[in-house]
């Protein structure tokens, strides 16, 4: 190991604060015999820190007896080349102990975009990236997270087993699983038939998939004794577990922030939405208990963000709100729901010192609001606007998405024509005071994602994507003050392909690792058609990579949302 790797490592944990008891030689390594884990996200550290799932399985690893967690970042570019030139083996952050070295190598997977980095990560820990060629003193690789909850299939060759759900729900279970079967000298296969027994474990070995001519699914088959189904994980009481921050860093994109978690899942059902669907029912945390929280704790950062899929429908934002100012913190807010935004709300938001407010329109026009179920007018969105400026917020982020099922091109000149409004409004309320308007319009490209009704629904042609953004760009390029982001709509491709891929699209990532990333080139060596899983409507009928998930709504219930979106009519109950 190098010298300044380490002394970079050292660096950042020198700079972070802790926010849960630990003990002072919990890391020590004198201290063996306990069951190791290196908690991976596979992202840059500046990426990860601001994931509050990854920090709080962290926090709960090391919770569990005789367990230390220690975590795993992708190398910074700047790094990677040091990690090579060197030889240095991957090595977590807390002892930079070699990730090899650890009993569990644990994945914490949000985006589909972020599967090659697994490869990477595992290849630099010099671990063998398919499960095949593994033995039994390489660590044991395990990933969970959102993306895996609704669909781990193209990492079932790289990945010993996955947790299927929420961690909070499964976690102690696991490491006291994991911990028996180390001191029980348990080899890999005993182990994992032990693991299958606990609810939302999956261990793709167990299961076989077989095809029709066409490349559709014919059959997934479990082993004799194995269940058919995997059901996802769920906490059901949210006060059983708080969701906050575990560390705070100043080298993140959040810099300095506390985040606290109020809801999970969301009730207003929008049909594009995975965090609606996959992470159905909606729970929230009881008020009174985050107030406590806020009282009695003193937090090391300067600012705690509030966390949720809807932040403003949270019934007890305002009480809460004014808990942490009084507190002496600074407050931020996630992305507010327009038809939910009252004046003290807007007040709360005033005292909070925010001043870029983030609102997510999605379409343009009323009828590709109604298709997608998101539940809220025109009018709605322009008096949000009036309120906040109003009260001094004179730069506005707005999120819209392009190829949304069922669009039109007057829905592309929507957002154009509702972008100028949403300016007018704020010009005008804004009038004579400091400070310029701003607005910033995030196009992202439409992405169907498993288990939610838009799951049948292909991705709309690259081509068609980057018009509609061009349109929408040149649509707005006079405008004074208003900023156009758009994603790739390539990436949302390779999103597509991995979101609803089958394990057979594991053969598409090891060529995208062997050729560095080169996906154009990837497509021409592999014989597997990506269009197939992208842009081929599906029907009710076929087998879905996923259907061996119980999600907690049946597939019925979501094939009638996808029928009510195209008569743009409301959820059937």
């Not at 507190?327 to 807007?346: E, K």
């Not at 300016?423 to 319009?441: C, P, T, V």
Request: proline share 6%; net charge positive.
């Amino acid at each position: 190991m190098t010298k300044s790797l380490i002394a970079k490592a050292k660096k950042l944990l020198a700079e972070e604060r802790i926010t849960f008891p630990l003990e002072e030689e919990h890391f020590s390594p004198r201290r063996k015999g306990r069951l190791s884990i290196a908690l991976a996200y596979p992202q840059r550290y500046y990426t990860a820190m601001s994931n509050l799932g990854f920090q709080t399985v962290y926090r709960l690893f090391n919770e569990q007896p005789e367990t230390v967690c220690e975590r795993v970042f992708l190398p910074d570019p700047e790094d990677l080349e040091e990690y090579r030139r060197t030889e240095t083996p991957l090595f977590s952050l807390e002892t930079q102990r070699p990730v090899n070295s650890f009993d569990i190598l644990a994945f914490s997977i949000s985006y589909e975009n972020d599967y090659p980095h697994l490869l990477r990560m595992m290849e630099l820990a010099r671990i063998p990236l398919v499960k095949k060629e593994r033995r039994e003193n390489h660590p044991l690789v395990l990933a969970g997270g959102a993306t895996i909850l609704m669909n781990p299939e193209p990492l079932a060759d790289f990945v010993d087993f996955f947790i299927i759900g929420e961690a909070e729900a499964v976690l102690a279970q696991l490491a006291e699983v994991l911990r028996r079967s180390k001191g029980e000298k348990k080899n890999k296969d005993e182990l994992l038939t032990e693991l299958i027994s606990i609810d939302g474990v999956y261990v793709p070995q167990f299961y076989s998939w077989r095809y029709h001519q066409d490349g559709t699914i014919a059959s997934f088959l479990p082993q004799e004794g194995i269940p058919g189904q995997v059901k996802r994980i769920w906490l059901k009481n949210l006060n059983e577990s708080l969701t906050c921050s575990s560390l705070v860093t100043p080298h993140t994109e959040l810099s300095r922030m506390f985040l606290m978690e109020l809801s999970r899942g969301c009730s207003r059902r929008c049909r594009f939405c995975a965090s609606c669907y996959a992470y159905f029912p909606h729970r929230a945390r009881d008020g009174p208990l985050l107030k406590e929280v806020v009282r009695k704790t003193t937090w090391p950062a300067e600012k705690i963000g509030l966390v949720g899929a809807a932040i403003s429908d949270y019934p007890g934002l305002l009480g809460l709100g004014h808990e942490i100012l009084h507190s002496q913190s600074s407050l931020s807010f996630s992305s507010l729901r327009v038809d939910s935004l009252t004046p003290a709300l807007a007040d709360l938001i005033h005292d909070s010192e925010q001043r870029t407010i983030t609102l997510a329109p999605e379409a343009g026009s009323e009828r590709l609001r109604r298709v997608i179920h998101k539940g809220f007018t025109e009018e709605d969105i322009l008096q949000a606007v009036e309120i906040l400026s109003g009260r001094g917020v004179r730069s506005f982020r707005l999120y819209f998405m392009v190829g949304l099922p069922w669009e039109k091109s007057e829905d592309i000149r929507g957002i154009v024509e509702l972008t100028k409004k949403i300016r007018h409004h704020l010009r005008e309320k804004s009038r004579g005071k400091k400070g310029a308007e701003k607005i910033i319009l995030s196009l992202n490209s439409f992405v169907p994602k498993p288990a939610t009704p838009f799951q049948w629904h292909p991705l709309a042609e690259v081509s068609t994507l980057k018009e509609k953004v061009e349109t929408i760009k040149r649509g707005l390029r006079r405008e004074r003050g208003v900023t156009v982001a758009a994603d790739i709509p390539k990436w949302a491709y390779l999103q597509t392909l991995l979101a609803r891929g089958d394990r057979r699209v594991g053969r598409l990532l090891m060529a995208a690792h062997q050729l560095g990333g080169n996906w154009p080139q990837v497509y021409r060596s592999v014989d597997l058609n990506p269009d197939f899983y992208i842009y081929r409507p599906r029907p009710f009928t076929e087998i879905l990579p996923w259907d061996f998930i119980d999600h907690g709504i049946k597939k019925e219930v979501l094939w009638a949302e996808y029928q009510a979106s195209r008569d743009e009519a409301e959820s059937p109950s």
